[in-house]
């Protein structure tokens, strides 16, 4: 199956499905020296895992192996391989589904791509966001390796359903991470929830944006014309399951303002040239700016839900019904931040070795220290806005 690599430089290939052995990742292109261990990895796919309030009940650890391309605690240079072993699988609730292709679910488009008698119907196989743990596992390296220019990443949802969040600043989207719903506010937490009680209640479920704020980006990463910034942007994040719309800046409110309301005023600060109200979102002609990197992605809301749909019996061919059984997340815009952050950090990795802001050989021992340090710093600073909360 083509398709399962991203990248240039920084490259990932995701393996697995949702009710296989493993799910996993092999990420190429890391440089030498970079201090990696199981536990920064775990840190960032906690927030992706299952099993919590709000979110699919499917009960998995999601404990990282890391199998190769890491010798003394230090990357070699050398391909990283990390698996995650599947240990919560329960496949009869896909019986149904097996002669019964969900709406909205890539079900039915996977038959016809691959046919019937090669489609893993278990979990949604690898259509299944069960994918996207390799994902997060890779985006914990790439925003740490992020860290040798001092970039940080963080996300949060916006919005779920019609109740949209205020504006936040970066600290209290990071703090995001400890909601159980992904809010950078008391206030939206307690109405997001209320949101997702509901639609459970009802046996529904619900959509959602996440936004992705990239604090202290390099300025002049992404080439002029089709590796433009934004573009790969774009790609990473609609690659993502259920991601169905991606905007930066100002977004599609561009469409309905005059050039100079749209437009952003150049200023000097101090040495340097910036712009006042950073509207581009932190980027201009597919280049990065120097400004924070402000984007959005919307999620559809989950296909697998317990209301009645209709389907058709690949048995029979006759019209049918599908009341979808199982462990569903009721929005699965609240654990896809988490993704959406890995899938940033991924491609601003990418284009930093690329654009040679990275060492794409290997980090002295300085530079791995500095790195380290900051990246400690990062994890300190996301459990201290967990206890401020």
Not at 109 to 127: L, T, V
Not at 154 to 169: E, F, I, M, T, Y
Not at 263 to 278: Q, S, T, Y
């Amino acid at each position: 199956m083509p398709g399962n690599s991203f990248g240039k430089i920084f490259t990932i290939t995701t393996f697995g499905e949702s009710h296989g052995q493993a799910v996993g990742v092999i990420i190429d292109g890391v440089p030498a020296g970079l201090r990696l261990s199981q536990e920064d990895i775990e840190f960032e796919l906690s927030f992706r895992r299952p099993g919590r309030l709000y979110v699919s009940g499917r009960r998995e650890r999601d404990i990282p192996e890391i199998l190769s391309g890491v010798y003394n605690g230090r990357t070699t240079g050398s391909p990283i391989a990390i698996i995650v072993k599947n240990t919560d699988v329960i496949s009869s609730f896909y019986e149904e589904v097996k002669i019964k292709p969900r709406p909205g679910h890539a079900d039915l488009p996977f038959i016809m791509r691959y046919g019937y008698e090669n489609w893993d119907y278990r979990g949604g196989g690898r259509s299944s966001a069960r994918e996207t743990v390799g994902r997060v596992a890779a985006g914990a390296l790439a925003k740490k390796l992020l860290m040798y220019h001092d970039t940080w990443i963080a996300g949060r949802l916006k919005s779920l359903g019609l109740v949209d969040s205020p504006p936040a600043d970066f600290l209290s989207i990071l703090c995001s991470k400890y909601s159980p719903v992904r809010a950078s506010d008391q206030d939206t937490e307690l109405k997001f929830e209320e949101l997702v009680k509901q639609a459970t209640v009802e046996g529904d479920s619900l959509g959602g944006v996440a936004e992705i704020v990239v604090r202290n980006p390099p300025a002049g990463m992404g080439e002029p014309v089709f590796d433009k910034i934004k573009a790969d942007l774009a790609k990473a994040l609609l690659s993502i399951p259920a991601v169905t719309g991606f905007e930066y800046g100002l977004g599609f409110n561009a469409a309905k303002m005059k050039g100079s309301e749209a437009n952003d005023a150049i200023v000097k600060r101090g040495e340097k040239l910036g712009w006042r109200d950073n509207k581009s979102g932190g980027i201009l002609g597919g280049i990065t700016t120097g400004e924070d990197i402000v984007l959005r992605c919307s999620f559809k809301p989950t296909s697998s839900i317990r209301k009645p749909q209709g389907t058709v019996n690949l048995m029979t061919g006759e019209p049918a019904e599908i009341s979808v059984i199982g462990r569903h997340d009721p929005a699965v815009a609240i654990r896809g931040v988490s993704v959406a952050e890995s899938m940033v950090a991924i491609t601003l990795a990418d284009h930093s070795l690329r654009s040679g802001f990275i060492p794409p050989v290997k980090l002295e021992s300085k530079e791995a220290e500095i790195v380290e340090n900051r990246w400690r710093r990062y994890m300190e600073e996301c459990k201290r806005t967990e206890a401020s909360r």
